[in-house]
């Protein structure tokens, strides 16, 4: 009964009991996963990152919220897979602080394609990237188009700014500014989600912080080190489990109507269907 229930892709209710849709990717048996709808279904991949978030946060914040964000939303939305986390991305800025882990730019998109070629063979063809990390936006954006001069057949959607859609809440909750790396809000969001792992303690003032930029209007290597010189930006002191709830559940709901737009997508299909016929590919 309860395998059933799951299997559906809605939430249920059993004698009294909330039954929660079963998304996680690696958490099925193969049967499950031959079950599912594969015209209907999304396959999302979180990405994130290992570096520093400050004195006070852990290395793979990004990772940890973008992975709770999309469980809960694709729980929300079904059908939807979410697979393991990718904490492993690109983070070359934050090399100089202990604990960072970063790829090199082909290392990651040749794994973003491994991965996303290995979805397609499993019969799933809408791939969702749920990006949690500011320093992936730009081999993420390249990723795309790299996909597409291959000739990929799978329907790749990109989410690259973490929280694009949701400047206004942000502003609604927000009480400091700069907002950033492990700020007030994300520290917020990391109180909610994990506050066991959070040790504000350690911070004892705002962010000191360089400029901006080497030369401004032109972007250099050295942008992000001379700016984030603490590996923070703006007051966390500021945070609240509260406010991290809030902006959660927003976060949430944005993925949740995405997953929701990209299953009701049919234009993209039919668009590079007659670009690949007229490319060549």
Known sequence: MIHLLLRLGKRYTLYGVVLHLAVNWVELAYPDIASMDREKTVVV???????????????????????????EASRRSPPALVLPPLYYAYVPENRHFPGAISLSGSTFLKLLEEICDEVYRNGFKR??????????RRPLSLFVREMQEKGKRYLLYAWVEPIEGLEELLNEIR?????????????????HLFPH?????????????GPASVVEGVRTMADWVCYAVEGYVGDPRAATAEKGRRFFEG???????ILEEIRRDRLYEQVMSDYYARAGK
């Open 45 to 71: 991949l979180p990405v994130g990152s290992i570096e520093v978030h400050g004195p006070h946060l852990p290395l793979g914040l990004d990772t940890l919220m973008i992975y709770n964000v999309a469980l």
């Open 127 to 136: 791939i969702l990237i749920l990006n949690g990390h500011g320093g992936n």
């Open 251 to 257: 976060w949430v709901s944005r993925v949740a109507k």
């Open 175 to 191: 009480e400091t500014e700069p907002v950033g790396h492990a700020c007030e809000i994300e520290t917020s969001i990391a109180l």
């Open 197 to 209: 792992l959070c040790k504000l303690e350690r911070v004892k003032g705002p962010a000191k912080l």
